[in-house]
């Protein structure tokens, strides 16, 4: 069986930060696809990735792959089947936007389908959140699901993960916008979790704000209230910014989103760096994106709430 593969990427919209001290997060998946071709092979497991020029027999020995040879494993469950794996993705990678997920999501649908079986989403997010544990040691395994269920997603830590079923979202458009500006992750939680000590009672306020943003902005995603969403977005990154996580090249990245007429705008991810989203009308978004990169910014765009991981088998 030769089959195709694609899982898109996620974005987290609301809540980061905040989850980490048992606030609510709000993630969607956004129509930005990692694609993957398999095909069955005589011998050996090879994979290769046309965006890093890089081919290797996983079977053998692995490098660059051997996240991706750990998926392969959960899926076959015992000896793994020969095939060759191609894949191409169009996620930016550490943008903030769970491109290794994407990947190992798609390589996974595809690499079961060339075996003959059944593949569903939670077969793939369960062989693509071992992958992540090699990437990323810990994960909270929000990109994994986001990529193979899509929608959106609400988690908090400990309770796992809701599906939100929505209103039509169908006129807008997200633009990421990548600063370029390396950050670290842990630097930026701890930096946040600092602060939100020192401040105590007013720590704690802030906390309920940050819940009381993801509750309306459910309600928002629910009634297809692009709107309101953008509105909150700009709360919720003043918010973001008041706890010490933003950066001068997202501020810059959020108010010329503003100025150029989205409908909002934030950081996303753990910030300090990274990239900043805005909502924006789809007849503007072009426009917006441009005026985005002539200040130097590379921007992405992509539909929201789009659906998960999907599978073509060919022949
Ligand atoms: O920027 P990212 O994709 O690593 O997201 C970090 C999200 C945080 O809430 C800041 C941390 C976390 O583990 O949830």
Redesign the pocket.
Known sequence: MICRARAPAKV?LFG??W??HGGR?LASAIGLYSSVYAEPLREGVIVESRNLGVMEDVLKSCRVFCNLKRSFEYIANGVMWPARIVVNSEIPVGA?L?SSAAVAVSASAAYACVGGRDVTPELVSNAAYESEKLVHGTP?GVDNTVSAFGGFLLYRRGEGFKAIHVGSLNDVTLLVIDTGVIRS?AK??SLFSSRLKRLNSIGQDLLRLAEGIVEEALRAVRKGDAVMLGELMDVAHGLLNAMGVSHIELEKAVHAARANGALGAKLT??GMG?SAIALVEKERAAAVAENLRRLGFRVYSGALGVRGVSITALE
């Open positions: 987290i980061e930060h989850v980490v997060a903030g769970g909270s992750t930026a939680v991810g753990a990274g």
